[in-house]
């Protein structure tokens, strides 16, 4: 999967709280995917190395350049870049554009004379991405905002892509051209740039303080939202980001942290989300069945974790979730060990308790979804995007649609929802904070 980007953040329910996001909030719909982070490293313009960026700078990929302006060349200054409102965007007040080599396909990031900055990203799989992000404002989990332009039905489209030919003009042969193939689609997304921080840009006194003996508001706060998310992940098998189920070591690229103006706390923004959902079919039946025991293991976890086992609550779901763990079952110490290898700070049985307390109040959100929730937001990305596709002979399945399969999503469901008992308790045993577990919004669902 595409590793993550820098870029800047808003959610449907603290946009407004944000300092890294403009006050404007245009419609349109949160983002699934952004683009990825780039990690210090130095830039060429020409092939003429650069010295290193200034401490401070948060460069997070390596990037081609693009010369913006036939009297000088371009470099997409990512130190000192802010979001431009997602509408309206005077195209010819760009300046120049720079594309990532690595982690999401396609991506651009596109400059203006007054130093904001705007992404566009031609996905091969909008459709998914789309639907990615309509479950995650769901549950109010913070994703870049996008809008999509569609061929021929949005005058913007040709603009946009007028505006790169001609800036891509100045290039250097070499470098020429790479945006035409990504943008070479009926339909592609113009999102807002996000102004974060990956956790391997942080350091771990300014999350989790000093004190290995004592966690900071802030590092508990960080582990609710990352059990949110991560509740979102185990639902679309969105396995790049955090290794709670997964075999691997994680994705420290695919969050981005960013200062929310009310509470003065970093928060993490989700990008590059993925639906990678498996087909219950025959020839994927043994996969499915899997997949659905991980999930099963880690309500397992949590009764264990915060000694559940015997409560009378617990007893009357059992049936759901007493069943032999496999060897390697899913463990939050994955978690545990994946803060440790990026922070170097040890969150200990405290931080995993609170990182499985904020795994539970996203899958108590997502418990409320049903199946016609689900077929509503499908039809309502067919709905937006559909006949733009058709005019070309293609489909949303041929976008990523076919990754979607409500099946898959609705067997997760019916888990998390046997462990609604359970997870109501404890979460009004343990408390929310910082307005956790709050109720989800259908207002991201089906047609906007």
Excluded at 63 to 88: C, N, Q, R, W, Y
Excluded at 345 to 373: P, V
């Amino acid at each position: 999967m595409a590793s993550p980007a820098v870029l800047p953040s808003t959610s449907s329910s603290s946009n407004s709280n944000d300092e890294s996001t403009s006050h404007h909030h245009p419609p349109g719909r949160k983002l699934s995917g952004g683009p990825m982070m780039m990690r210090q490293r130095k830039f060429s313009v020409h092939g003429a190395p650069l010295p290193p960026p200034p401490p401070g700078a948060h460069y997070h990929r390596k990037l081609s350049t693009h010369m913006g302006d036939i009297k000088a060349k371009f470099l997409f200054d990512f130190e000192h870049a802010k979001p431009h409102v997602l509408s309206p965007i005077d195209w010819e007040n760009a300046v120049g554009f720079s594309s990532s080599e690595e982690g999401s396909e396609g991506v651009f990031f596109v400059q203006f004379e007054d130093n904001s900055a705007v992404v566009i990203k031609g996905s091969s799989t909008v459709a998914a991405d789309m639907f990615a992000q309509d479950l995650a404002h769901y549950a109010h989990i913070d994703v870049p905002t996008f809008r999509v332009l569609r061929l021929q039905a949005d005058d913007e489209f040709a603009t946009i892509c007028k505006t790169l030919n001609k800036l891509d003009a100045h290039n250097a042969l070499a470098m020429r051209g790479r945006h035409q193939k990504s943008l070479d689609r009926p339909v592609f997304q113009v999102m807002e740039f996000v102004v974060g921080r990956d956790l391997l840009h942080i350091s771990r006194e300014e999350i989790f303080g000093k004190d290995n003996a004592k966690m900071t508001r802030q590092g508990v706060t960080l582990l609710r939202d990352m059990g949110r998310i991560n509740s979102m992940d185990v639902l679309i098998n969105n396995w790049d980001r955090l290794p709670l189920i997964w075999d691997n070591k994680g994705n420290a690229g695919n969050m981005l942290f960013v200062k929310d103006k009310r509470t003065r706390l970093l928060r993490p923004v989700a990008i590059d989300n993925s639906v990678t959902c498996i087909d219950s079919s025959a020839a994927l039946h043994e996969n499915f069945a899997e997949y659905m025991d991980k999930v099963r293991c880690i309500f397992n976890e949590i009764a264990s974790t915060f000694e559940w086992e015997q409560g009378p609550l617990f007893e009357g779901v059992r049936e759901k979730f007493v069943i032999t763990c496999f060897e390697r079952q899913p463990s939050v110490k994955n978690i545990r060990d994946f803060i440790k290898a990026n922070e170097r700070y040890d969150i200990g049985e405290r931080g995993m308790r609170e990182f499985l307390l904020g795994f539970m109040e996203g899958a108590s959100a997502f418990a409320g979804l049903t199946k016609s929730d689900l077929e509503g937001m499908k039809a309502g990305i067919e709905d937006m995007i559909g006949e733009t596709l058709k005019s070309h002979h293609m489909t949303t399945e041929s976008v990523g649609m076919g990754k979607v399969n409500i099946d898959f999503l609705e067997n997760i469901l019916e888990i998390y929802r046997a462990a609604l008992p359970m997870m109501s308790a404890l979460l009004k045993q343990h408390g929310a904070i910082d307005g956790h577990h709050a109720a989800p919004s259908k207002s991201g669902t089906g047609k906007q």
